[in-house]
């Protein structure tokens, strides 16, 4: 391992901490390039926690061989209020395409996941031309919270995840009194709150590796294979006229 943002891991029991085998997932002879994650995470605050928990995750991925990118979240515009070109939703468009595996991060506000989370994912296109960018891939969610322990927040992104056609992950992380729950470095305390965010990481990266090389047979729909026949035998009719 070489990468040391991968190996800053001060509370991790690495003797406990397993690299994933993508042979023992049966997976000889599908794609062998590290898995590509792209993070989300909801807060603009300078001392955010969910940014704060969308760095340990990268951490933590990054250990288990994945390549991680983060979207920073400044700057993006309200859905509908610039065009898809504007430089911040390229970005992030461009990042979703990139990536075959997303964790969202989200505090819990008002019983919800945040409207900047929701913005995010709102200029995520459902189709982009033929495609749907993020149809098939995998996704973790995460929450944190002021308050006591809560799950609005997950239960949410969840309903979106399958919205996006993406393939979200049974475990989840969510975080009560965050401003417990990390140090003045803006690192996690050992807890088993942390433990529960490792298991998250490493559940992704399995399902990722599971899912990535099949994502295209798994999402093979009847309905849309109809439609598109629809629509050549359309095309095709309108030639011969």
């Keep these: 391992m070489t990468d040391p943002l991968a190996m800053d891991l001060p509370n991790i029991d690495l003797e406990q901490l397993r690299p994933i085998d993508p042979a023992a997932l049966g997976l000889d002879g599908e794609p062998t390039h590290p898995p590509r994650i792209l993070i989300l995470y ?15 995750a990268g951490r933590l991925l990054r250990w288990f061989g994945c390549e991680t990118r983060t979207f920073d979240p400044h700057g993006l515009p309200l859905p509908d209020e610039a065009e898809p070109d504007h430089p911040k939703v390229q970005e992030l468009r461009d990042l979703a395409e990139w990536s075959e595996g997303m964790v969202w991060v989200s505090p819990e506000r008002h019983g919800a996941m945040t409207g900047i989370l929701k913005v995010q ?43 996006m056609r993406m393939v979200t ?7 009560p009194k965050a401003f417990l729950e990390f140090d003045e470095a803006g690192r996690m305390k050992p807890s088993a709150l942390y433990n529960r965010v490792v298991d998250v990481c490493e559940e992704l990266v399995k399902f990722t590796y599971l899912v990535r090389g099949r994502s295209a047979h798994l999402t093979d729909r009847y309905s849309e294979r109809v439609e598109n026949a629809e629509e050549l035998s359309r095309r095709v009719n309108q030639r011969s006229i």
């Design 169 to 175: 992950i049974p475990n989840q992380s969510s975080v």
């Design 42 to 56: 909801g807060s603009l605050r300078e001392r955010s926690f969910s940014r704060l928990l969308s760095e340990e």
């Design 121 to 163: 994912i709102d200029w995520i296109p459902l189709a982009l031309g033929a495609k749907r960018p993020t149809q098939g891939k995998t996704l973790a969610v995460m929450e944190v919270s002021g308050g006591s322990q809560s799950f609005n927040a997950v239960n949410q992104m969840r309903i979106l995840g399958r919205w």
